[in-house]
């Protein structure tokens, strides 16, 4: 199967394009104010997708530029492993990181788990999960999981550079691997995509 890269160099991701079709359900989480990656996806291949971000400036923005496109749902809550208000740190047009991984804390806001929204939405199956979610990948993967959720394909950012404990970097890759292959990594070394293991061409570990 080929991997194709998607979108910017700031906002893309490698994926399975031939993996994904008009019917598929694609959530991406963590967008700023780039969401060449979902529009890529969009272009090729028309399916609905859900875009998740809690970011002030880049919910504005999209509501600015982007809301016309009826394919493209935002979400204007972010992705972990509860359901509740999430204590971030930053402000302005960075993204935010969780108290937890150090910053001080400047702002709240709404986050929910997959099993959640995927509840609230009547969604039985995601069939692309991209993650860039400063760091909250290392929650909501497990807890996925946990949840008994594995998409086909899991494209996410690792933010191994936020973490005091590197082990919980590995874990969650240790943990990803049990079920998926790493299919591709982005150049810099950030960007990963993971395929479920037993989709065709990817059976073996």
Same mark, same amino acid.
Not at 26 to 38: E, P, R
Not at 116 to 131: H, N, R
Not at 161 to 173: E, S
Not at 185 to 199: D, T, W
């Given at each position: 199967?080929?991997? #194709? ?10 994926? !399975?394009? $031939?993996?994904?079709? #008009? ?12 969401? $060449? ?69 400047? /702002? ?28 909250? #990948? ?16 899991? !494209?996410?950012? /690792? ?18 691997? /049990? ?12 960007? !990963? ?6 989709? #065709?061409?990817? /059976?073996?570990?």
């Amino acid at each position: 199967m080929d991997i #194709e890269y998607i979108g910017s160099s700031y906002g893309g991701f490698p994926c !399975c394009l $031939s993996l994904l079709n #008009e019917k598929s359900v694609i959530f991406d989480a963590g967008v700023l104010q780039d969401i $060449s990656f979902a529009l890529g996806l969009y272009n090729k291949i028309n399916c609905n997708i859900e875009l998740f971000d809690f970011t002030p400036e880049s919910i504005s923005w999209y509501k600015k530029n982007h809301h016309q496109i009826e394919n493209l749902n935002y979400n204007e809550y972010g992705v972990s492993d509860f359901n509740g208000m999430h204590k971030v740190g930053g402000g302005g047009t960075s993204s935010r990181k969780g108290v937890w991984l150090g910053a001080s804390h400047t /702002e709240t806001y709404l986050v929910k788990t997959l099993k959640t929204i995927m509840k609230e939405k009547k969604i039985k199956y995601i069939d692309l999960l991209k993650l860039d979610i400063e760091g909250e #990948e290392y929650k909501v993967i497990p807890n996925m999981f946990k949840d008994g959720i594995y998409p086909t394909q899991i !494209c996410v950012e /690792e933010h191994s550079r936020f973490l005091k404990d590197k082990q919980i970097h590995d874990n969650m890759f240790e943990l990803i691997l /049990e079920s998926y292959i790493l299919a591709e990594i982005s150049p810099n070394r950030l960007e !990963c995509c993971f395929i479920k293991k037993g989709v #065709e061409g990817y /059976e073996d570990a």
